[in-house]
């Protein structure tokens, strides 16, 4: 079984930290002079997922020439901005000559400048009158060179708007405050870096605080939190806005700061809050939204009805603040199918299943759950999102299933929950992503998984959970580029929840970027002790580091023991210690039998004992052990990998040569 598929059980998984160095695919060469020209290119680059290295990202302290080289020449595409001050710098001039004798050069004209002598057999990009919207001709044109350098398609979804800045009295408090305490510092680097950017605010960004109960009754806790989640939801459908996720909302409501604070942490503009309050039978919202650097409320209001108006009030909560922050009248599309609830009855049904669901110890509970499900599906038949859930209930039953054939049944009924969902709601990001889900995790399908993960993905674009799933199925397959970019969006979106950065290690480690596991999964228990990311996790990676001694120590403090015995046999094993090895394998059979095939095949396979490994894989493959889903990227697996009968297996499972 899969430790990744247990995360799954809780609505609320997301990731992430920032994108190393080693993935910078994009190298921007720039003037000091043309600073404000170059960032709306970069911001451009950077909203079309490409992984972005500018001068800007360096953190303070860093050693300037290293730091560049490095990203020089490992990036695929080096883009030089010319102009008339930047043909004057040798700097500017080694950059683009790198790119040129490298083959990736992308030359652009922000003046009209042409490149001096020697840089002119590639074609130029004019870009002097790029009106700095991103569905301008010159800007694609650009997007599909750097896209021809990734090797890749070029189709970007980006929001159309303008990138241009707008400058305003919240933006310049901002900037002052970021730059006085720097002033008399004498910090400098040497050649064009200057003082560190401020955060970036952006223009639409909004961190939605979780609403209050201020109920006599703690009964109505969940009907003030679903008030958020689906105004944020809505918020976050709309290309325009960045909507920092729920989890990191929460962490930061417990902090007591400022709106200011906000802003400079999550780089928004807005903070929504507010409160509920049901008395004799009547619900009451309240609700401000705040220019977060002022402080200054933009919009409030009051809405009073029966408990069964929320989704009316969810509606219109959600249409004021797009009119307030955008100055535009939110207008719904009728063509576009979510698949949210209509019935507020149905609602509550849904609400009270994802509750038993999250906190259910055996399958008992998960049929209670259910019967939730079903009667919010019988109460309103569009409601997608109970099909999605449901699909996703069945796949975790599949796990507890006593027998193959009970488990199978409840595969083929995860499978049909997330197909009527998808049905009911085409344009729901959450469904695509649960049939993902459902064909990776439940019928080990990595054909039939590929298409709704990235269909969920670009649908999904300001959904935290969207994202962290795509990563997993992603990193699990072996593409790397696409796991780290979806973290990375997923990481601005939700930048507090641990298992972001829990996910962010399983990203690293699938990839061989064992210190980055490191610290991404030390920084997910600092942030919260989850079940999800686990000390062995940090065995595992500083084993296949090399850091055998130390592996064992984490391995030994692990309180899940189908997670701490094969962690502890395989280390072991390398320090010669066979007895024990052997013992930690026996108990690991003893306790789990077949729910822990996999764990049996990995340390098979680093005890060289192939044969046997692959028999073991065979029969988990069998049952539909999940923990197959990582079987292509596993470091355990890698003395397997050149066998005939392995390869055969990872064709039967799909996942691309």
């Known amino acids: 079984m899969s430790v990744v598929l247990a995360a799954e059980k809780t609505e609320d998984v997301n990731m992430s930290e920032t994108l190393s160095d080693d993935l910078t695919t994009v190298f921007v060469s ?4 043309d600073r404000e020209r170059a960032i709306p290119i970069i911001r451009l680059l950077e909203m079309a997922g490409f992984a972005v290295w500018w001068d800007g990202k360096l953190e303070v302290g860093e050693r300037y020439l290293e730091t560049t080289e490095h990203a020089l020449e490992t990036a695929k595409a080096v883009v030089v901005l010319w102009s008339a001050t930047s043909i004057g710098s040798d700097w500017v001039r080694d950059e683009a000559m790198s790119g040129r004798d490298r083959k990736c050069l992308v030359p652009v004209s922000i003046d009209g400048s042409m490149p ?14 790029w009106n700095q919207r991103t569905d301008a001709k010159e800007a694609t044109e650009v997007l599909k060179i750097i896209a021809g350098l990734h090797e890749q398609a070029a189709s970007f979804n980006l929001p159309r708007k303008s990138l241009s800045p707008r400058p305003s009295r919240r933006n310049l408090l901002f900037t002052m ?8 510092a004498g910090w400098m680097i ?4 200057e003082a560190p950017p401020s955060v970036e605010i952006d223009e639409f960004g909004i961190l939605i605080l979780p609403f209050e109960n201020l109920s006599p009754s703690e009964t109505f806790n969940d009907l003030a939190s679903a008030l958020d989640t689906e105004v944020r939801k809505t918020l976050a459908r709309n290309p325009i806005f960045k909507v920092v996720a729920r989890t990191s909302s929460i962490a930061i409501q417990r902090e007591r700061i400022s709106s200011e604070d906000i802003a400079n942490r ?3 503009s807005f903070v929504l809050e507010g409160d509920v309050t049901v008395t004799d ?7 401000s939204l705040i220019e977060a650097i002022t402080g200054i409320v933009r919009w409030s209001s009051e809405y009073e009805g029966p408990p069964e108006a929320i989704l009316q009030f969810q509606s219109d909560i959600a249409a004021a603040v797009i009119a307030n922050v955008t100055n535009e009248i939110s207008r719904v599309d009728a063509s576009k199918r979510y698949g949210d609830a209509t019935n507020a009855l149905a609602f509550q049904e849904f609400l009270k299943g994802r509750e038993v669901f999250r906190n259910a110890d055996g399958d008992a509970g998960l049929v209670v759950a259910v019967n939730h499900f079903d009667n919010a599906i019988s109460l309103d038949p569009g409601f997608s999102a109970a099909h999605a859930i449901k699909a996703r209930l069945f796949v975790y039953r599949a796990t507890l299933s006593s027998s193959v054939t009970a488990a199978a049944e ?5 499978v049909e929950s997330a197909q009527q969902a998808i049905e009911l709601a085409p344009d729901s990001d959450d469904a695509h992503s649960t049939l993902g ?3 990776f995790f439940a019928r080990l399908d990595v054909r039939a998984a590929k298409q709704p993960y990235e269909t969920s993905s670009r649908l999904g674009f300001g959904s935290a959970v969207a994202l962290t799933r795509y990563a997993t199925f992603a990193s699990c397959n072996g593409e790397d580029r696409a796991a780290m970019n979806a973290i990375l969006r997923a990481s601005e979106l939700d930048p507090l929840n641990p298992t972001i950065f829990g996910r962010l290690g399983f990203v690293h480690y699938l990839a061989a970027r064992y210190d980055q596991a490191i610290a991404a999964y030390q920084r997910a228990l600092q942030l919260r002790d989850t079940n999800f990311h686990r000390p062995s996790e940090i065995g595992l990676a500083r084993f296949y580091a090399g850091d055998v001694e130390d592996a064992l120590q984490s391995c030994r403090i692990e309180e899940n023991e189908m997670e701490r015995f094969p962690c502890e046999a395989i280390a072991l094993r390398a320090l010669g210690l066979l007895d024990a090895s052997a013992a930690a394998e026996r108990a690991l059979i003893s306790e789990y039998g077949e729910a822990g095939l996999y764990q049996q095949a990995q340390i098979l396979a680093q005890a060289k004992d192939l044969e046997a490994c692959q028999s073991v894989l065979e029969r988990a493959y069998e049952l539909k052990d999940t923990g197959l889903t990582m079987v292509k990227m596993d470091p355990a697996m890698a003395p397997m990998r050149e066998t005939p009968r392995f390869k055969e297996l990872l064709a039967r499972i799909g996942f691309d040569q």
């Open 177 to 184: 405050a970021a730059i006085l305490p720097l002033v008399g």
């Open 266 to 268: 999550f780089g928004v």
């Open 30 to 33: 720039y003037s000091r002079g």
């Open 410 to 414: 409840q595969r083929m009924r995860a």
């Open 116 to 129: 001096p002598l020697g840089f002119r057999q590639i074609q130029t990009v004019d870009l002097s009158q």
């Open 190 to 193: 040497s050649r064009r870096i």
């Open 437 to 439: 889900y459902v064909n």
């Open 281 to 287: 039978g009547i619900l009451q919202v309240s609700t």
